[in-house]
Structure formats: structure tokens, C-alpha cells
């Protein structure tokens, strides 16, 4: 391949006819004579003015240099006229160099503007290391060079090579638009210490974008000649975006419905994942390459926003059964614009749900709609078609869509026990399966039959279903909550608060999410959680880690006590739990603790008869933590506290569960006491 400045010694043209080497030969025949420093200055090119002008300097500073001389006093005036005469042409040789240096000033601007440009080999190099501002600076160079020799051209050879060097340009442009694009397209996935790439993309098209704007003012007024322009990279750069984000979308995996029950519940779940991971690192990494006017967070959002829309609408275009079609519309309608999605915490000011338009348009929605009520209908129509003909057939087709109806629930709960294990947040998909259930639960009832033994199988599998994902969700809770409870109870405890408001955070933010579920089963999660989160406490209570002996203390643990359980209570409150019968532990404690050793009794048959369950371990545990760990108070204490359970021959039924029966008490250790 002929670089352009190989192809330029083999044209004639009017620049390369005066050149440099016929100045050079004219000024050797311009010499100064001794007697006169006077240089004739031609017409030359700005390098030659230059060697020029420093020859007058240095003549100059030969001819006004002056020695001091040994003088008598006679001759005083003369040689204070001389060194008059001297600082007179010392500052005139200043001036010289003055001069001398804004020239050569002017011709280094110059210099870099007639610098040749370097051959296609090298920039293709450039732009394979990504020095992409250098790379279009010199195929800007090389362009206008180009033109500058089809204009001078004078046959048909000339003309000839000079296509195949524009040919060559064209390349370069090509090859430097797929580098750019490349690194754009892939911005989402970009190492950040290969950032520098994307800025250097981005400054390119900015100083596209402004030679694209030079150029049309230009041909307003003129016939501006060029090989490519407009080159109308920022366009390119949107399309790019666009195209990227489309991309991200439909490489989501989809599996297919005969693997998994829930593939579209999975697939809702890889979606809203990807959205979230990839405008957290818009926000956080790659508008740090952009300058403030792409306003280049919106600019994905709103790509996002679309391309979901398209996705979406593709989707519920496909044969949908009836619990794909609610998995859809619960995400559309509510997890879309929620915590999860849109207005999750970590997205937050840069996106506002209230400015988002709708996904789809109402009347799409309503279609998916009418699909998931044609699908309830259906099984309704099969039995009620099949009772025409037999009551027999009926019965048969309603066992079989009943059967297979309770194997789906089996299939569908072991992929969610799977899909649980590697999802990085499954409580979204939990709380849409429990709605599933207690949906599907709720119809059934409106289907019952004369076969109530079938009805009662599916019956059973919802909610064994149910109750399995409760314990999942309640768990998961338990296990972020423990850490922060095994702190409680400690010396630091009596004095510091921040373990348990991080444990009151932590709940506050998990539970949000059960507003979602179906009213009666979130109430049946939040009194088990309040009843967990109770008993806990309790448990740290009962390890008899310390003993408050102080009475000043053991009354600060009693008023800690009585507030933090009152705040679990009143969070749960808050959350609709109906665990009622939990409020009076809260007083009962506190009294038990604070009040002195007097009162003990009375205490402890108010606490006894609201909690029948707790035993003398419970007891003991108690009175350890309040101070008494033996001697004569604990044993008539613990004498009081049987003769209250003989006196009780039969035993108190609560008309609840019980609490202290599960609290295991820890054995009396030599810790230290306070």
C-alpha cells in the first residue's frame, strides 16, 4: 500500500515545484560583505527567514560587542560617550532577538500545521493501539494533503495514484469508526483502567462533531471540498448505544418452559438484575469518561426503558400459560417501577420513576390481561364440557387436570429452591411465587367439586408450598438478624445502641417487600417473624453471659430491655402482625428485672400465668441476669416457683403458642459481673 507522502514525490505539482532546494541555491549567492551586515531577505519559506534573521543577530552582536579598554583620566569622556553608544546598541540587539523569537514563534505554528502526515501503515497502527485522537488527527492531515493533490494533478497517473491513496483513506476512516464503535459498544463490561479508551473515543467525535460544523458553514459560503462529510459520528454514537443495550436485553437466557415450570419468572428475575447491574455501573463508572453535555445516564435509561418495552411486548406475543402470564403482569405493573428495578436505593436521584412513561401501552397490558382470564376460564370450560357428556368423564378430567396441577407445584417449587441458591436477591421471585399460590389457592376454591379428596391434595400442596417459602423468607431474615442479636446482652450493650438500631434497619428494609404479598399470608410471615425476633431476644437473656449485681445497672438493663422490645414490638406492629399475645413479655420482663427482691413473687406468678410454658431453668436464668446466681434469695425464690406450679395441678392452656418452651437456657459460667 502507497502511503501518501511516497505517492507525492511521483506528481509534479505546483508546491513541490518550489521547493526548499531552490531557496537554498539562491540564498548562497546572497553573501554579506565585511564592510556592511546588510542581509537581503527573499522571499523564502518561514525555516530559511528564520536562518536569515539569526545570521543579522549574530552580525549584529559581532559588530556592537565591546572590550573593556585601559583609559586615563584625560580621556573619561570620551569612554562614557562609548559605553553610551554600547547600552544603546545592547538594547537594539535585544530587540533584534525580540523579534528574532516571535518569528520563529509564528513559524513553529506553522511548522505544525504543513507537518506531513504519516503513512497509512502508521496510523492503522495508532489505531489498533487505541491512540485514537492522534489516529484522526493525521487522517484529517492526510485528507486534506489528498486533496490538495487531485487539485494539482496533471494526468491521468496522477490521478490514478491518487485514487488509490483516497481509497486508502477511506479504510482508515472505516477502520478508525469500528475501534470507536467497539469500545462504545462494550463501555458496560470495560475494565476501568481501560477507561482512558472511552475517553479518547468520545474526544474524537467531539472534534468530529465540530469539523462537521466548520464544514457546513463553510459550504454556506464556498465550495468546501472533502472525501467524507459530514461524518456524523455523535449519531453514529447513539445508534451505537442504542444497539448495545438491545443487545445486552437479548442475549437474557431464556429457559425453555419444558426445563423449568418457572422459566418466565427466571427470566423476569435475569432481567430486572441486568438493569439494575447495568445502570448502577453507567452511574458509578462510565459517565466519568463523558463530558457533562451527553448527559449520558439518561441517555442509557431511556435506551433501557425502550428496549424492555420492545422486549416485553415480544414476549407476551408468545403461547403463555396461565402462571407466565400473571409472573408478567405483576412485573409490569408493580416490580418494574419499585425498589427492585427502577427505584432501586443504589439508581437513586439520577433516575425518577415519576418521569419513566408507562412500559406498555394500556392496551397491551389490558390484552395480557384477558389471555390470564381466557386461562382461568379454560379449565372451568374443559370440566363443565366434559360434565355433558358423563359425570364419570368430568370426574376423570378434573382428577388429571387436578393431578397434573400438583406435580407442576412440585416441579415449580424444586426450580425455585434452585433458582434461590444463586440469585444474588431472590426475594422478589419468593413474593411473586407466594402470590401465585394463595392466587391459585383462592381459585381453586370457586372450582371444588364433588371430588373434595383431589381438591384437598392440591389444597394441601399450595400450602405446604406456601408455608415452605415463608420459612425460607423468615430464615433468611434470622440469619442477617443473628449477628446483630449475639451482641445484645454484653457489656457494650448497656451503653451502646448502634447493634440493635442495625438490626432494627435491616428488618425495616427486608419486610418492605412483604407489602407486596397477598394481605393474609403477609400477615401469617410478619407474626412468625415477631415471634422469632421475640423469642431471639429472649434467648440472649437466658446464655447467662452476664449478671447485673449493681442495682444501678440492673436498672439501666431493665429500662434497655422494656425499649427494645417495644420497638420490635411496635416494627411488627407497623408490619400488620397479629401476634398480639407477645405485647405483655415486654412488661413482665422489665418488672421482673427492675423491681426489688421484695417483689420478686408477685412478679413471677404475673409472668407465670401469661407464660405457663416457662421453667425453672427459665427462672434461673432470669435471676442470674438480675444478680442473684445462689445463696439463700435464689433458693426460696425457686421454692416459690414450684410450689406455683403444684398449686397449678392442671396446667394452664394457653390461647396461644408457647414461647419459653423453645429457649434453651446456657450454663452458669465465672464471667465477670457488674
Not at 439494575?276 to 458509578?284: F, G, S
Not at 397477598?518 to 422469632?532: E, P, R
Not at 432470669?622 to 397449678?648: A, V
Request: proline share 4%.
Amino acid at each position: 500500500m502507497d502511503s501518501p507522502v511516497q505517492g507525492q514525490a511521483g506528481c509534479n505539482t505546483p508546491d513541490s515545484q518550489d521547493g526548499p532546494n531552490n531557496v537554498r541555491q539562491s540564498s548562497k549567492k546572497t553573501s554579506p560583505e565585511p564592510s556592511s551586515p546588510k542581509v537581503k531577505v527573499l522571499d523564502t519559506s518561514p525555516k530559511e527567514q528564520i536562518g536569515i534573521l539569526r545570521n543579522i543577530y549574530r552580525l549584529s552582536k559581532r559588530k556592537l560587542s565591546f572590550s573593556p579598554s585601559k583609559s586615563s583620566d584625560k580621556d573619561k569622556p570620551s569612554v562614557m560617550s562609548n559605553e553610551s553608544t554600547a547600552n544603546n546598541s545592547q538594547m537594539g540587539i535585544r530587540e533584534e532577538e525580540i523579534m528574532c523569537i516571535a518569528v520563529q514563534d509564528q513559524d513553529d505554528k506553522a511548522t505544525e500545521n504543513t507537518i506531513a502526515p504519516l503513512s497509512v501503515m502508521e496510523i492503522n497502527q495508532l489505531i489498533t493501539n487505541k491512540l485514537f485522537l492522534e489516529a484522526n488527527e493525521n487522517i484529517n492531515k492526510l485528507e486534506k494533503e489528498l486533496l490538495n493533490e487531485r487539485k494539482f494533478a496533471k494526468d491521468d497517473e496522477c490521478h490514478q495514484k491518487n485514487k488509490i491513496k483516497v481509497r486508502d483513506l477511506h479504510l482508515l476512516h472505516d477502520a478508525l469508526a469500528k475501534q470507536i464503535t467497539s469500545i462504545i459498544a462494550n463501555s458496560l463490561t470495560m475494565p476501568e483502567e481501560n477507561s482512558s479508551h472511552l475517553r479518547s473515543a468520545i474526544n474524537v467525535i467531539d472534534v468530529e462533531e465540530a469539523a462537521d460544523k466548520e464544514w457546513q458553514e463553510a459550504m454556506n459560503h464556498s465550495d468546501a471540498e472533502c472525501f467524507r462529510r459530514p461524518r456524523k459520528w455523535k449519531e453514529l454514537w447513539a445508534e451505537t448505544v442504542a444497539k448495545s443495550v438491545k443487545e445486552r436485553i437479548s442475549n437474557l437466557p431464556f429457559v425453555a418452559k419444558e426445563q423449568k415450570a418457572s422459566w418466565m419468572a427466571l427470566h423476569l428475575l435475569d432481567l430486572q438484575q441486568t438493569i439494575v447491574e447495568d445502570l448502577k455501573t453507567v452511574k458509578n463508572f462510565t459517565q466519568k469518561s463523558y463530558p457533562g453535555s451527553y448527559n449520558i445516564f439518561n441517555v442509557y435509561l431511556k435506551y433501557y426503558h425502550q428496549t424492555v418495552s420492545s422486549h416485553l411486548e415480544c414476549i407476551q406475543q408468545k403461547q403463555l400459560e396461565s402462571n407466565d402470564l400473571y409472573a408478567l403482569l405483576n412485573w409490569i405493573i408493580h416490580t418494574y417501577k419499585s425498589g427492585d428495578v427502577m427505584n432501586h436505593p443504589d439508581l437513586l436521584p439520577e433516575v425518577n420513576v415519576e418521569e419513566l412513561g408507562p412500559l406498555l401501552d394500556q392496551g397491551i397490558i389490558k390484552n395480557i390481561m384477558d389471555k390470564y382470564t381466557e386461562a382461568l376460564k379454560m379449565i372451568a370450560s374443559h370440566l363443565n364440557e366434559s360434565g355433558k357428556i358423563s359425570k364419570d368423564l368430568k370426574k376423570s378430567v378434573l382428577c388429571y387436570c387436578l393431578e397434573e396441577l400438583t406435580n407442576f407445584i412440585h416441579r415449580y417449587q424444586q426450580d425455585l429452591k434452585v433458582r434461590k441458591q444463586s440469585a444474588s436477591n431472590p426475594l422478589p421471585l419468593l413474593v411473586v411465587s407466594i402470590n401465585s399460590y394463595t392466587a391459585l389457592e383462592e381459585f381453586m376454591k370457586t372450582l371444588k367439586q364433588d371430588n373434595d379428596a383431589h381438591f384437598g391434595k392440591v389444597d394441601k400442596t399450595l400450602k405446604n408450598s406456601v408455608q415452605e417459602l415463608n420459612k425460607i423468607l423468615s430464615d433468611d431474615l434470622l440469619f442477617q438478624a443473628l449477628p446483630c442479636f449475639k451482641k445484645l446482652m454484653t457489656r457494650n450493650w448497656l451503653t451502646c445502641s448502634e447493634d440493635f438500631n442495625q438490626l432494627i434497619r435491616k428488618t425495616e428494609i427486608y419486610c418492605k417487600d412483604f407489602k407486596k404479598m397477598k394481605q393474609a399470608n403477609c400477615q401469617v410471615l410478619i407474626s412468625d417473624l415477631h415471634y422469632q425476633f421475640v423469642k431471639e431476644y429472649i434467648i440472649q437473656m437466658m446464655k447467662m453471659n452476664i449478671s447485673w449485681k449493681l442495682p444501678a445497672r440492673r436498672v439501666t438493663a431493665a429500662n434497655k430491655i422494656k425499649e427494645e422490645l417495644g420497638r420490635i414490638s411496635k416494627m411488627y406492629q407497623e408490619f400488620g402482625t397479629t401476634a398480639s399475645w407477645l405485647f405483655p413479655v415486654t412488661q413482665h420482663l422489665f418488672e421482673f428485672i427492675n423491681t426489688n427482691d421484695t417483689d420478686l413473687e408477685s412478679k413471677l406468678i404475673a409472668l407465670y400465668k401469661d407464660y405457663p410454658d416457662i421453667g425453672e431453668e427459665h427462672i434461673s436464668a432470669l435471676l442470674y441476669f438480675r444478680g442473684i446466681s445462689r445463696g439463700r434469695k435464689k433458693s426460696k425464690l425457686m421454692e416459690h416457683f414450684s410450689q406455683l406450679e403444684e398449686t397449678m395441678k392442671e396446667p394452664i392452656k394457653p390461647s396461644h403458642p408457647f414461647l419459653f418452651a423453645d429457649i434453651k437456657t446456657g450454663p452458669v459460667t465465672c464471667l465477670p459481673s457488674f
